[in-house]
Every structure is written in C-alpha cells, then in structure tokens.
C-alpha cells in the first residue's frame, strides 16, 4: 500500500461531537455502532491521496452515486499508514459504485475485533475533532456532482438508484 | 378542519410548559389510558379534525411504537432509503395532528436523542408538498434543542424540504456549535445565489 494515502469513509458528523457525560476526548458508543458498523469484521473505506484531496471529489462521486436518495453527505478521511502501524489489515477490494472507474479506488480494513475497530474510532475522532479531516457536502453539491458526472458520461442515469436518477435527472432538465 | 398553526404553536407551548409537571409514569412508555388523560388535559385547545374519534395518543401509539421499533433497529444512514420513511409518510398523511403531538413529545422528553434525531431525519425526507402545518415550526424547536444531533438532523430536514418557510427558520437560527452555524450560513449562500 502507497503511505501517501488517505482513507475515507463516509460519516455522520453530528454523532462524533463531544457529548456530555462523556468527556471532551472520549467517543461516544453510539458513533462507533453507527458510522463504523463492520460486516464479516471488515470496514469499507474509499481511498483517495492526500496530496490532492481535489481526489476527495472523486470519492463524493463514488458514494454518492451509490446512495438511494440525495442527501448531504459528511466524509472523513484518516491516513492510511498511520492505520496500517496501528495495526490495521487492509485488503482492496472492489467497491460498490456504479461509476466504473472508481471501483479500484476502494480497500476493506478487514480482521477487526475490538481493540482494532477501537483504533479505528480514535483515528475517525482525532481526523474529525483534531484534525479537520472531515468535510459536509450539502444536497445541492452531491446533486451537482451526480449532474457532472452524467453529462460527462462517466455515470449514466440508469444505473443510479431510481429515485435518485429520477431526482438528477429533474436537476439537468431545469439547467 | 385543520388545525390553524397559531393553534397548534398554542398547544405545543402548553405542552411544553406543562411537561416538568407530568409524573414519570406518563413518559413516552405510558399507556395508551395515560396518554389519553394527558392529551386531554394538556390540550384544551380544540382539535377539530380529531372529534368524534379516539384520542390522539391512543391513535398513534401502535404506529408510533412500530416506527420507533424500525429505527431502534436499523439506524438511518444519510443517502439510504429506511423503512421507516414510508411508516411516517402514511402515518402523517393518515393522522397528521396525532403525529405532531407524539413527536412533539419525544422531542421534548425522548432520552434518545440519536433517535429523535433520525425521526426528525425521517421527517425531512416526507416530499415538501406533503409536510404537515407543523412540520416547519416543529423543526424550529428542533433547532433550539441542546443536543446537536437533534439540531444537526432539523438543519438537513429543513435543507430537505428547500421551502422558503424552512430557509426562513434556517436565516432565524444561530447555532452555537461552529462548523454546524458554518453550514447553515453556507445553505443560505446556495439559496441566495439561486436567487
């Protein structure tokens, strides 16, 4: 794995903010059963370099378009070599978006038990409340994004979810 | 008849007001029985399209348990449908007065405000044309809530439903929370330079 790459995974910001009675640096539990839910001990993430997070755009795009239905969407991203000296297993995989291209961008942290999914959480926490490695993408930027992709063909409205192409398809009628 | 939103925000002030006086026994968890006498008295405001049925509480508690069972089950992702979008459409559309009654006393009194806020994240989602009178005003008290999810989750509804109602509560509101204060006045920037 290349050291100079970041991990993202999509979130809900409002659950990783400190929370009385807990204190200012401990995670809420209900962040972790919520944001980092695993299936078969494995965590998806989509990867993007850190050097030019304009590449988060490409990430935004592969999540968005595989949504049912166009929300505002939060992203974190936490860095990949730092989670893989933690101790961290991650294995690429393809990931479920319907924007061919961007398929290879995905890798699963798989074996995770408990302390490593912990690790995982303080890595999403730090990135967040530390860091500033986490961005909001209002309805409208997720809309404008799907838009841009259809009309450079790069995602074809057919393979969206049918709301959602019905939702973007209403979008590029009114430009 | 419908009820007229002075009336309603009349209701929802008393209940708010009225609320610290409820034993425990009347919480969320109460009876239908309960419910029925609490509605009652907190209610004196007349609800005419509820006259000549049951109660508002006794209406909507199967239903309300149901969604609330739905949610507690299988958390609300932003960009997944739930099913618990569908449960509260027909619920609102069917029994709309019973509706803002219960939430609003989950609002006020629900002690899970992850699930408050996926409710009101499951209100956002109703098509705009199809939100009840109270629906703005409900997610104005949303967004004085002390919990941010809770307002976090009122933002997006109002986002959602892009009403020139809900952009209006959204100019009223000063978040203290910095980045969340930061995406509203941002929503408001994409409004107004729609025009």
Redesign the interface.
């Known amino acids: 794995m290349r050291s100079d790459v970041y991990l993202v995974r999509?979130v809900?910001?409002?659950?990783w903010?400190p929370?009385a009675p807990l204190a200012e640096a401990e995670i809420g539990a209900?962040a972790v059963?919520?944001d980092l839910?695993t299936a078969d001990n494995a965590l998806s993430f989509w990867t993007c370099a850190a050097v030019d997070l304009g590449e988060l755009d490409e990430v935004v795009l592969a999540?968005?378009a595989a949504?049912?239905?166009?929300?505002?969407?939060?992203l974190v991203w936490i860095d990949q070599e730092s989670v893989e000296r933690d101790g961290v297993a991650l294995r690429a995989s393809e990931g479920r978006t319907p924007v061919h291209g961007l398929r290879h961008r995905h890798v699963d942290a798989v074996g995770l038990d408990l302390t490593r999914l912990g690790t995982l959480a303080r890595h999403v926490a730090e990135a967040i409340r530390g860091k500033g490695q986490w961005r909001?993408l209002?309805?409208?930027e997720v809309m404008k994004a799907l838009k841009k992709a259809v009309k450079s063909n790069r995602l074809a409205l057919p393979d969206l979810a049918a709301?959602l192409g019905r939702e973007v398809q209403r979008g590029l009628a009114q430009e | 008849m419908r009820v007229f939103g002075a009336e309603l925000a009349e209701a929802i002030r008393r209940l708010r007001e009225s609320l610290p006086k409820l034993s425990r026994a009347e919480g969320l968890s109460q009876t239908a029985e309960a419910s029925t006498a609490s509605c009652t008295r907190l209610f004196p405001v007349k609800v005419p399209s509820l006259e000549g049925r049951s109660t508002p509480a006794m209406v909507a508690q199967p239903e309300a348990d149901r969604l609330l069972e739905v949610l507690s089950g299988d958390?609300l992702?932003?960009?997944?449908?739930h099913p618990a979008d569908g449960i509260l459409q027909d619920l609102i559309l069917e029994k709309a007065d019973a509706v803002a009654i219960w939430m609003g006393a989950l609002l006020r009194r629900g002690r899970d405000a992850?699930l408050v806020?996926a409710m009101i994240k499951c209100l956002g989602?109703l098509d705009p044309c199809k939100v009840p009178e109270w629906g703005v005003p409900y997610l104005e008290e949303a967004l004085r809530r002390a919990?941010?999810?809770v307002?976090?989750?009122a933002v997006?509804a109002l986002?959602?439903w892009a009403t020139p109602a809900s952009f209006a509560t959204l100019r009223r509101h000063r978040d203290p929370?910095p980045?969340?204060q930061e995406?509203v006045q941002?929503?408001l920037r994409?409004v107004d330079d729609r025009g």
């Open positions: 999509k809900a910001r409002a659950k903010e929370r209900d059963t919520a839910r999540i968005a949504s049912d239905r166009p929300d505002k969407l939060d909001r209002s309805k409208n709301a | 958390p992702e932003d960009g997944v449908s992850s806020a989602r919990d941010i999810e307002r976090d989750a997006q986002e959602l929370v980045w969340l995406y941002r929503l994409e």
